[in-house]
């Protein structure tokens, strides 16, 4: 069974500042087994490796005790948004390869903060508008792709793609979404997602066929020196995010773009609070939880926010050649 494995299925990694969560995922979708480990205090700090040799050990000590997880099993390994700099624009159709990628970089370098000299960069191809294609470069920094690359050795998994959090939230939602909640996917032109997690949150608005127009990441420490007395964010975070919507809602309004609902993700997106408070300035912004609307049966929906990333991540490692043409920064 274990060999079949490598052939069958495929194994998403997400891994943060207190967790490591993994899905292993089925060559038709179905999800058969999640884990999470929590990681201790200090080991991960700012969507950083800080001590790789220490959490590569830790890491394999945890998952040697896992069946499902077998050497030669293909994986793709998520990086935190926050740490990825992004920026898209429609170019030439006609333009392929080296010229393409000579024409991206020049002017992605002028709008990016990262010299490309210290950074991996990827290239995703997505919509076309009459002879132009949306074309979105993404970036970061090599030691930090480093850090997270290095945990996972060929004895443990196969690695074939690295990719963003969010633009595995965004597969999962895709592949997932119940049939009476697929009009959501029909009659909006744009998604907008919000992931939260236990320490970031971030924003990220795609097209339906997937590429990047807007991605923001921020830290709770920004909003609010609260401490968390109990499992629920603070309401001074829960009205600060509000805000943060609201100003993205108004971004895309002035840009000509509509967004009409926001999809909530993440391991405090299940609160109550989020569901209840409107979340547009006018009121007219659906909020939605993955949870509600996605069809995984063997989890539940808490579950599914909770293990959503990695699902989508292992969805890309069991089918790698439909996903070939996103973005990876192992390519």
């Given at each position: 069974?274990?060999l079949l494995d490598r052939f069958t299925t495929g194994i998403g990694?997400?891994?943060?500042?207190?967790?490591?969560?993994?899905?292993?995922?089925?060559?038709?979708?179905?999800?058969?087994?999640?884990?999470?480990?929590?990681?201790?205090?200090?080991?991960?700090?700012?969507?950083?490796?800080?001590?790789?040799?220490?959490?590569?050990?830790?890491?394999?000590?945890?998952?040697?005790?896992?069946?499902?997880?077998?050497?030669?099993?293909?994986?793709?390994?998520?990086?935190?948004?926050?740490?990825?700099?992004?920026?898209?624009?429609?170019?030439?159709?006609?333009?392929?390869?080296?010229?393409?990628?000579?024409?991206?970089?020049?002017?992605?370098?002028?709008?990016?903060?990262?010299?490309?000299?210290?950074?991996?960069?990827?290239?995703?191809?997505?919509?076309?508008?009459?002879?132009?294609?949306?074309?979105?470069?993404?970036?970061?920094?090599?030691?930090?792709?480093?850090?997270?690359?290095?945990?996972f050795s060929e004895r443990l998994v196969r690695?074939?793609?690295?990719?963003?959090?969010?633009?595995?939230?965004?597969?999962?939602?895709?592949?997932?979404?119940?049939?009476?909640?697929?009009?959501?996917?029909?009659?909006?032109?744009?998604?907008?997602?919000?992931?939260?997690?236990?320490?970031?949150?971030?924003?990220?608005?795609?097209?339906?066929?997937?590429?990047?127009?807007?991605?923001?990441?921020?830290?709770?420490?920004?909003?609010?020196?609260?401490?968390?007395?109990?499992?629920?964010?603070?309401?001074?975070?829960?009205?600060?995010?509000?805000?943060?919507?609201?100003?993205?809602?108004?971004?895309?309004?002035?840009?000509?773009?509509?967004?009409?609902?926001?999809?909530?993700?993440?391991?405090?997106?299940?609160?109550?609070?989020?569901?209840?408070?409107?979340?547009?300035?006018?009121?007219?912004?659906?909020?939605?939880?993955?949870?509600?609307?996605?069809?995984?049966?063997?989890?539940?929906?808490?579950?599914?926010?909770?293990?959503?990333?990695?699902?989508?991540?292992?969805?890309?490692?069991?089918?790698?050649?439909?996903?070939?043409?996103?973005?990876?920064?192992?390519?």
């Amino acid at each position: 069974m274990a060999l079949l494995d490598r052939f069958t299925t495929g194994i998403g990694i997400d891994i943060s500042q207190h967790h490591l969560r993994l899905a292993q995922v089925s060559l038709f979708g179905t999800v058969w087994n999640t884990h999470e480990i929590e990681l201790p205090e200090g080991l991960i700090q700012d969507d950083a490796v800080l001590k790789p040799s220490e959490l590569q050990t830790l890491i394999k000590q945890k998952l040697s005790r896992l069946s499902w997880i077998q050497p030669g099993t293909p994986a793709v390994l998520l990086l935190p948004d926050s740490r990825v700099f992004y920026y898209g624009d429609l170019y030439p159709s006609s333009l392929k390869g080296s010229q393409l990628k000579a024409m991206v970089f020049e002017k992605a370098q002028k709008e990016i903060p990262l010299p490309f000299s210290q950074a991996i960069l990827t290239l995703s191809q997505g919509d076309r508008v009459e002879d132009q294609t949306r074309t979105t470069v993404y970036a970061v920094e090599r030691e930090v792709i480093k850090g997270f690359t290095s945990l996972f050795s060929e004895r443990l998994v196969r690695l074939i793609a690295v990719e963003t959090n969010s633009k595995s939230v965004l597969r999962f939602v895709q592949k997932t979404i119940r049939s009476e909640h697929r009009h959501l996917l029909k009659q909006n032109n744009v998604f907008f997602l919000i992931d939260l997690g236990s320490s970031w949150m971030n924003a990220s608005v795609y097209t339906k066929k997937g590429a990047c127009l807007y991605t923001r990441s921020i830290p709770y420490k920004q909003f609010t020196h609260e401490k968390r007395s109990s499992a629920k964010l603070p309401q001074t975070i829960v009205d600060s995010i509000a805000g943060v919507i609201d100003e993205i809602v108004l971004h895309f309004r002035q840009e000509g773009i509509s967004l009409e609902c926001v999809l909530l993700s993440g391991v405090e997106a299940w609160d109550e609070r989020f569901i209840a408070k409107p979340l547009s300035e006018e009121g007219t912004l659906s909020v939605i939880r993955v949870g509600d609307v996605l069809d995984v049966k063997t989890l539940t929906p808490k579950e599914l926010h909770v293990f959503g990333a990695c699902i989508g991540a292992g969805i890309r490692a069991a089918t790698p050649f439909i996903y070939n043409y996103q973005h990876n920064f192992l390519s």
